[in-house]
């Protein structure tokens, strides 16, 4: 069963950084486009970021371009979210997935972000 692993979450200020990890145990993760997705308090979950399976090519959602970064790492089955400029709308919790997405899910990784 494929299980998805997301650490690096945290409290900082508006202005802060962060780095998300997610660990996938998919056996073949180079084959899939992952995606970064986040789901606030009360609302459904959303679109982040993607990244192709070589890493070659990314897309962003408007609200964070500019400010995330997402790569991968195919040798080790781990995708990243660089998150810069954080803003007090980022503060959700942060899933990793394929993209599109499966039906599984992890845990997720909590963001906070203080004004």
């Known amino acids: 069963q494929v299980q998805l692993v997301e650490s690096g979450g945290g409290s900082v200020q508006a202005g802060g950084s962060l780095r998300l990890s997610c660990a996938a145990s998919l056996r073949t993760f180079s084959i899939y486009n992952m995606g970064w997705y986040r789901q606030a308090p009360g609302k459904e979950r959303t679109f982040v970021a993607a990244i192709s399976r070589s890493g070659g090519s990314t897309t962003y959602a408007d609200s964070v371009k500019g400010r995330f970064t997402v790569s991968r790492d195919n040798a080790n089955n781990r995708m990243y979210l660089q998150m810069n400029s954080l803003k007090p709308e980022d503060t959700a919790s942060y899933y990793c997935?394929?993209?599109?997405?499966?039906?599984?899910w992890g845990q997720g990784t909590q963001v906070t972000v203080s004004s």
């Open positions: 997935n394929t993209s599109p997405p499966s039906g599984v």
